[in-house]
């Protein structure tokens, strides 16, 4: 067995190994040579390396989303470790557990103007749950640091930055090593519920219920449980399209039913419970309407956080969600109301003017969303981009089969593919990934990495430019906008595909989509399939579409 030489090196990487932590995506790079040694050459860690730190972080990322167990990041010192900081800002909000460990010169090295030497201790400060600034020599104070950061990620489920110093040499080995460091085992703090009848007695006197269902992990609510809060004509369950819950009662296009809606229509719709589980809500619309007509009582269902996203919040439950309806909805009585006749009318005539709408449309980006989610395969893992993608996807229905994700913590566009292709190793599954053409391009970094799964795929949407930006209330046609918003563009994804050893296909109306979706489904190694539609058309189609729905 090979270690580094240096025993602080070895005590990180043994309590790591002590924690069952097994993943390490490692940037190259001299300072880290010790840690870089260390995991390379212990056959029970899984290492990956990926010479983008800012594409590491987010295919780290993406392998935690889907084993939901910390995975360890290695840099060398100085900026290297700055371009962690985006998928640090969206692990923290999405509440994905990563172990950021950052190799450091020595303290005395420090604003002296050494070269590659930057103030690196709690340099993530706003977005971490630990930060743990070790000294340069191994140690017990430090063993229990690492173990304090180790342990906190797991059992809070988010990053933590362990920031270690080396002083050369730095690549000496030995066979056995040095340290015995000590392990402390974490405790998970299994929290209760209250005392329910306060509850209980609020819900059972509510004609009125919302469950609004955000980001969520397929499976997490038994069907039980669904279909209890189904049958209740008090409840209403609004589900994103990233919640991963399937029910033929509930409402799935959130904003195809409210976007429509008359200031009296609001107000009938109005709960009298907010029920949230899950991550960030994407609907700007029924953020909009729940903070102008609050409910009486919100509660969120979270074994962690609770945001006051609706500015109503009035409880939060610490424990899982199917753990509370479990325990809370055998206690409560359906109540006598309308709620849930009246939305599930409303969906079926909101479903028939969406399909007519469908009918008239040229082919644009509602088109092609239309067209492909019919077509994907079923049991595949669907990664969607931020910007105008999720929110196109929110309008139309997905295969209940389909696991469906999105980085919705800091809703950026930067790492969304990369994210993608770390969830595509980690899960095994077949994944597609829909994206824009600006975070695309934005991310085609995440292209240089030699693990992509030949079953990988890419839709890739090209409307030159940031789409989005003109159906803001900003848009206006002129060299402003398109320069600086919109960022009109005339690049293309071939060469990089060619690049990158991808299949690429291409297509800029219908009839080709249908008939290369096919041959880009059929392929056999990591492919990319480019949709063309028409810049000055998308945004008039998107604003028409709620205008039909009346």
Known sequence: MIYPKIPLAQSILEICKAKDLHDVVISPGSRNAPLTIGFASNSEFTCYSIADERCAAFFAMGIAQQKQKPVILVCTSGSALLNYYPAVAEAFYSQIPLVVISADRPKNKIDIGDGQTIRQENVFANHILFNANLSEEASEENDLMINQALNVAVVQKGPVHINAPFEEPLYETIEKRSVNPVTVNFQREDKKLPNLDVFVNQWNAAKKKLVLIGGNYPNEIDEVVLNHLANDPSVVVMTEVSSNVHHPDFITNIDTIITPFTDVEFKAFQPDILVSVGGMIVSKRIKAFIRSNKPEQHWHIDTHRAYDTFGCLTQHFEVNPNKFFKEFLPKTDAAESDYNQR????????????????????????????????????????????????????????????????????????????????????????????????????????????????????????????????????????????????????????????????????????????????????????????????????????????????
Not at 383 to 394: D, G, L, V
Not at 397 to 403: A, R
Not at 469 to 497: C, K, M, W, Y
């Open 343 to 550: 939305a599930l009318d409303l969906k079926t005539f909101r479903k028939e003017k969406h399909m007519d709408y469908l009918k008239t449309i040229p082919f644009s980006d509602m088109k092609v969303f239309e067209t492909i989610f019919p077509m994907l395969p079923e049991n595949i893992q669907l990664q969607i981009s931020n910007s105008s993608p999720i929110r196109y996807a929110q309008l139309f229905d997905i295969h209940s089969s389909i696991e469906v994700f999105c980085n919705r913590g800091t809703s950026g566009i930067d790492g969304s593919t990369t994210t993608a292709i770390g969830a595509a190793v980690a899960s095994a599954k077949p994944t597609v990934m829909i994206t824009g053409d600006v975070s695309f391009f934005y991310d085609s970094n995440a292209l240089w990495n030699n693990y992509i799964p030949k079953d990988f795929k890419i839709i890739l949407i090209n409307n030159r430019g940031g789409g989005i930006f003109r159906i803001l209330p900003g848009h206006q046609e002129t060299d402003v906008f398109n320069t600086f918003f919109e960022t009109t563009h005339s690049l293309n994804a071939e060469h990089l595909a060619k690049m990158y050893g991808f299949d690429y296909f291409k297509c800029s109306d219908e009839a080709g989509l249908k008939s290369e979706m096919h041959s880009f489904l059929a392929a056999e190694k990591p492919s990319i399939i480019e949709i063309f539609t028409p810049t000055e058309v998308n945004n008039q189609v998107l604003l028409n579409y709620f205008k039909n729905l009346k």
